[in-house]
């Protein structure tokens, strides 16, 4: 008999904390399946997930076990009160983990044994709400020693016991967690955690699997709205839609069967109490608020009495051109003084579709059969209390796309300047968002709107429809959006983008002779011209144009040795561009001085200081060997922390717009850097204090677009370069996105940045030296649209000799940036071989393409490639075809052919191996 059971039962949770389940859960470990664990803290499910490493089960025991990162798993399901028992061996003096703890927030609630960091054994650590800590009692182990671990967890009391011996008790309610939360089982770097089995009874168990649909009404009443992309079908008796029917670019219903099509609710989220709305007839609210051949509203009422002197909603469904729109308008009837969840979703059919993508850093994507409790926030508002999936799941847009080979489906909010929460699979509803009012005054409105349009299959057209059509409601970007000016950014001579530290450079009077002139002759061979020229600027945060000052590295500059150097280096055919970054350093400024303040420092969502770093003097870690205490001493502070500023203060943006503006004016650079943007990660996505009408990445926006319309006026020669997550708002006022870290992004961050119309240029180095990696990471950033850049150390680098044996392919990549990159997702296809994908690049006069197969292993195969010539005006131009295999040296017999060539497109044929990329180029 297979060891794994699980003896969950499917719950809906209304949990008093004075009742707990007698329900049955068990993991025997026979095997390590990602239905019951994930690595994502955030508990979401991923297509095509990868096994997490470190992790393996053999003969009925897990181990964890990872020596660079660590390895955290967390169940899938939540508990909530029961006996947990676990049998485990632990490494000695390692830190690990086992029993339960809250993804969001992160450790926020906790039941678990945490190995004991100075001996062997493990010690209680609990918490409700933050409150609580180390319970006071642990035991020791000895190594390598397999023990028995017992946790009873009730509300009001919770023992431990380690070999069937108590070892002691908590009774605090204050420090005992009263909501459900999954399972964690963590070994830190170099630590192994075994287990043997993990049992849980007296249980109730919160399922991953869980889902309510909303019920269809009976004996309804149809009235419908249809269009030639979206049939709608609904309820007149209770205002609820009962059918959602796609029509374009196929036919398919949304719909599952004994489903309402739409859900709405409003949840207390102290008591869990949800109520859902429908069409009270016959009473003073009854009545069809809208009635058109495209629309239809009415006015809903909550189902439960205890609710229908609190709010009511009005429901509108539209068809705006070729859209489905559906909105729903909650209004408070009297104060309501719980955090109250809203939300309001459309349940479908999750098998009819591939993935649900999600835009953000990589972009997600989640399995459409995602059903648990996923929040994933759009901008932030301190007066909404919806706990997040984990930290890291801010997204970049109020909005996902469901995709499958056939179409794909944008649904989401229309303003881009509005705090939305999405929560995909909701109650079985794939598009789905939410907001959490902590307090609620009598007759406010609260609106959650959903739209959805279908494409014929692809990402980029999505996001370019997205931003030509999307509002903005923040103050300092509505006049931003929608984009209209599409007009294509390049670097004018092309080239990829370097990264010379300016220590290397003359402006330090003791760098190694001859060193960086080694270093400007290689960037020139290959042809990394564009210069990301940092970090020049005062350590305290501020962008000097005169006198003398310490840089963020500690090197001493003046103003007057800086301009020489920029100058030297434009004389010599390189575009040095001014860093600029979005910190300043507290510790370095006066109580009482104004410019730049203390006062300007940011706070995150949760309050904690909000910055990039912070360094000691003296640390040794990677990264901060910098700040040496010869460093501190120079500029009196034993600490340095690269703090986060509120952009949202006008006198902020002001003090950034004046010193950089009168900075480029004085060193004339070839252009100006942006290592800062829109992008949303949980330190910059905080609203604005000094400023609660607009948030940071609206703030940051505003500034970048100030930044960049006075260049465009001033100097127009000049470049702007960014470092920005692809496919941002940022990256619309740049001519070049430089993409780091670009192997744990996904083929849709990078569509996502085709589709803005700017240049892209990758920036990725592996201390590891992995020429086989390495070479294949090059030519996949090529194929997905990014040239090829590099940190100045790369060519010269000993261990990396063999990216000096690339010449044909940095020949051709440093032509792509010169052109206007082509956003369709059909610009290059390959109806023969799905795993071979490309790039194309093209004005009137010239074209590049590239095609890559992305397969990691296999024989040479045939493929056919079709490239769109629709934006050239030159025709019978000729083709030039080069084919580099995985090393990146070129092949010497092609073996490619033109198969057809006319106005419209080109066809080639040929084979190719795995790992091998192809070049054209029509001259």
């Known amino acids: 008999m297979i060891k794994n059971t699980i003896y969950a039962a499917l719950l809906t949770l209304s949990i008093t904390t004075s009742t707990f389940a007698a329900e049955k859960w068990a993991d025997e470990f026979d095997d390590f399946s990602l239905d019951r664990w994930t690595p994502q803290t955030s508990g979401l499910q991923l297509v ?30 939540r508990f909530l009160y029961g006996t947990f028992e676990a049998r485990v061996k632990i490494t000695p003096k390692g830190l690990q983990y086992i029993g339960f703890m809250s993804r969001s ?39 390598g020693i397999w023990a028995t671990i017992k946790i009873t967890w009730r509300p009001e009391r919770v023992t ?21 939360i999954p399972l964690i089982l963590d070994a830190y770097a170099s630590n192994r955690l075994e287990v043997d089995y993990i049992r849980i009874s007296d249980t109730t168990v919160a399922s991953s699997s869980a889902s309510k649909l909303p019920t269809a009404p009976s004996e309804p009443d149809l009235v419908s709205i249809h269009s030639s992309h979206w049939n709608l079908d609904i309820d007149t008796n209770s205002g609820i839609a009962t059918s959602i029917e796609q029509m374009f670019p196929q036919q398919q219903l949304w719909t599952p069967d004994n489903s309402a099509a739409v859900d709405i609710y409003a949840r207390n989220l102290d008591s869990n109490e949800t109520t859902y709305f429908h069409r009270e007839r016959n009473t003073r609210n009854d009545g069809e608020l809208q009635h058109g051949r495209n629309s239809r509203g009415f006015r809903l009422t909550p189902s439960d009495d205890a609710w229908k002197e609190k709010i009511t909603t009005h429901i509108t469904y539209e068809l705006i051109e070729n859209d489905l729109s559906i909105r729903a308008e909650f209004t408070s009837l009297q104060n309501i003084n719980h955090p109250t969840e809203i939300g309001l979703g459309i349940p479908f059919i999750a098998d009819q579709w591939q993935r649900n993508a999600i835009p953000r850093l990589p972009w997600f994507e989640l399995d459409p059969r995602q059903n648990s409790d996923v929040r994933l926030p759009f901008l932030a508002d301190p007066n909404d209390a919806t706990l997040t999936s984990d930290e890291g799941s801010w997204v970049h847009y109020p909005w996902g796309i469901f995709q499958n080979n056939k179409t794909s489906v944008f649904w989401g909010s229309m303003d881009i300047g509005k705090r939305v929460v999405l929560a995909p699979g909701n109650n079985g509803a794939g598009p789905a968002i939410t907001l959490a009012p902590k307090r609620w005054t009598a007759g406010e409105s609260k609106t959650l709107s959903l739209r959805l349009r279908a494409f014929r299959p692809g990402t980029t057209e999505v996001v370019r429809w997205y931003l030509s059509n999307c509002i903005s409601s923040d103050p300092l970007t509505n006049d931003l959006f929608p984009v209209s000016d599409w007009a294509p950014r390049t670097l004018p001579n092309g080239g990829g983008l370097g990264m010379p530290d300016i220590r290397i450079s003359d402006v330090n009077p003791d760098v190694q002779e001859g060193y960086f002139q080694r270093v400007i002759e290689m960037l020139k061979q290959y042809h990394v011209t564009n210069l990301w020229f940092g970090t020049w600027h005062n350590i305290d945060g501020s962008y000097p144009h005169s006198g003398k000052w310490i840089c963020p590295t500690g090197l001493n500059v003046t103003a007057e040795a800086l301009k020489a150097e920029i100058q030297r280096l434009k004389g010599l055919g390189l575009k ?30 949760l309050g904690k200081l909000s910055m990039f770093d912070s360094f000691t003097a003296g640390e040794t870690r990677s990264g901060a060997e910098w700040f040496t205490p010869e460093l501190a001493e120079r500029i009196g502070s034993n600490k340095v922390t690269w ?53 940071q990445p609206h703030a940051r926006l505003r500034l970048q677009a100030d930044i960049r319309e006075w260049i465009h006026e001033h100097h127009p020669e000049m470049i702007i370069l960014i470092n920005d997550n692809p496919g941002t708002p940022s990256q619309l006022m740049a001519d070049c ?13 990078l569509e996502a940045g085709r589709a803005l119309s700017s240049a892209m240029s990758s ?8 020429e086989v990696r390495w070479s294949r990471q090059v030519m996949s950033d090529l194929s997905r649209g990014c040239s090829i850049g590099m940190p100045f150390w790369i060519p010269i680098n000993g261990p990396d000799d063999y990216v000096n044996t690339w010449q044909a392919f940095y020949d051709f990549s440093a032509k792509t940036t010169a052109l206007p990159i082509v956003p369709q997702s059909d610009a290059i296809t390959s109806d023969t071989s799905p795993n071979v994908t490309g790039t194309v690049w093209s004005d009137s006069q010239r074209l590049l393409a590239v095609a890559m197969d992305h397969r990691n292993q296999g024989p040479e195969r045939a493929v056919e490639l079709t490239i769109d010539l629709t934006e050239l005006r030159q025709i019978k131009m000729k083709p030039v075809i080069s084919r580099l295999d995985a090393h990146v040296q070129l092949v010497k017999k092609t073996e490619w052919e033109v198969v057809k060539y006319n106005r419209k497109s080109l066809i080639l044929r040929g084979s190719l191996r795995p790992g091998e990329l192809l070049m054209l180029e029509l001259q």
Not at 60 to 73: K, N, Q
Not at 120 to 139: D, I, P, Q, R
């Open 48 to 77: 095509n997930m990868p096994p997490p490493d470190g992790v393996t089960a053999r003969n009925g025991v897990l181990e964890i076990f990872e020596p660079l990162r660590g390895a955290r798993l967390t169940s899938r399901d």
């Open 737 to 749: 996105q430089l993409v780091e870290s670009s192997d744990v992004m996904s083929d849709l961050d």
């Open 643 to 695: 703090a986060n500023v509120d952009y949202g203060r006008k006198e902020v943006r002001d003090f950034f717009f004046d010193s950089i503006t009168k900075a480029i004016d004085y060193y004339r650079p070839s252009g100006i850097c942006f290592d800062y943007g829109w992008g949303v990660i949980p330190c910059n996505a905080t609203y604005s204090p000094g400023n609660p009408a607009t948030s």
């Open 763 to 770: 920036m990725d180095y592996y201390t590891d030296h992995d």
């Open 160 to 180: 431990l016991d380690v070999n069937g011996k108590r070892i002691g008790e908590l009774t605090d309610p204050m420090k005992i967690p009263n909501q459900p």
């Open 576 to 605: 040095p561009c001014l860093y600029t970054y979005q910190f300043i350093t507290p510790e370095l400024l006066g109580p009482e001085q104004q410019i730049p303040s203390r006062d300007w420092v940011l706070h995150d969502t």
């Open 105 to 143: 927030p992160w450790a926020a609630h906790t039941l678990m044994c945490m190995s004991i960091p100075s001996g062997h054994g493990w010690e209680l650590v609990t918490s409700n709400n933050m409150n609580g800590g180390h319970a006071g009692f642990g035991k020791a182990i000895e190594d």
